[in-house]
T-cell receptor, first 114, second 114 residues
Framework: KAGVTQTPRYLIKTRGQQVTLSCSPI?????VSWYQQTPGQGLQFLFE???????NKGNFPGRFSGRQFSNSRSEMNVSTLELGDSALYLC?????????????FGEGSWLTVV | AQKITQTQPGMFVQEKEAVTLDCTYD???????LFWYKQPSSGEMIFLIY??????QNATEGRYSLNFQKARKSANLVISASQLGDSAMYFC???????????FGTGTSLTVIP
């Protein structure tokens, strides 16, 4: 069974540009969530989608957005990139939203903003 | 208040010895799930073990066990017979009943010494 797939794995962008990251969840998983990880802030929750609907959103500016498609694949977009957006972006999927539903992570997308 | 607290930024353990990584949590939900993840330097978050709040017995998965003390709100990870490949960051996480996001601690960096 294929795991969570994130693309691209590594990318370098210039300040002011925008970036789109993609995530394909484990087959059968309908929930996809996104996290930003930086050395200073640790793991921070961005948002979670379930059946194409955003169910929960973290405390990030509107430059960070996401969506989920009917096949459960998800994308996140960051517009007007800032140097502080440099981070590892992790996508995770789970079957649903019960407390016992484990989330499984992809390998992450390393974003560097210069 | 922090939902998940990991008070050990770094730990060292001799190969083949056991090590305990501490985790305390804060929630008022009657039902919740507790998780541990391992993150090697490659970045991927690897699920290790899960404990449900109503589980009577401590969870075990191979060399990993979770020492769950509900009254103290603690969910420590015990790794027995440490191996060099166990060197990584370890994150404790919680999912509450009424929420769709995971709360992560700041992590503990474990180094296994040969």
């Amino acid at each position: 069974k294929a795991g969570v797939t994130q693309t691209p794995r590594y990318l370098i962008k210039t300040r002011g540009q925008q970036v789109t990251l993609s995530c394909s969840p484990i087959s059968g998983h309908r929930s996809v969530s996104w996290y930003q990880q930086t050395p200073g802030q640790g793991l921070q929750f961005l948002f979670e989608y379930f059946s194409e609907t955003q169910r929960n959103k973290g405390n990030f500016p509107g430059r960070f957005s996401g969506r989920q498609f009917s096949n459960s694949r998800s994308e996140m977009n960051v517009s007007t990139l800032e140097l502080g957006d440099s981070a590892l972006y992790l996508c995770a999927s789970s079957i649903g939203g019960n407390t016992g539903n484990t989330i499984y992570f992809g390998e992450g997308s390393w974003l560097t903003v210069v | 208040a922090q939902k998940i607290t990991q008070t050990q930024p770094g730990m060292f353990v001799q190969e083949k010895e056991a090590v305990t990584l501490d985790c305390t949590y804060d929630t008022s939900d009657p039902s919740y799930g507790l998780f541990w993840y391992k993150q090697p330097s490659s970045g991927e978050m690897i699920f290790l073990i899960y404990q449900g709040s109503y589980d009577q017995q401590n969870a075990t998965e191979g060399r990993y066990s979770l020492n769950f003390q509900k009254a103290r709100k603690s969910a420590n990870l015990v790794i027995s017979a440490s191996q060099l490949g166990d060197s990584a960051m370890y994150f404790c996480a919680m999912r509450e009943l009424y929420g769709n996001q995971f709360y992560f601690g700041t992590g503990t960096s474990l180094t296994v010494i040969p």
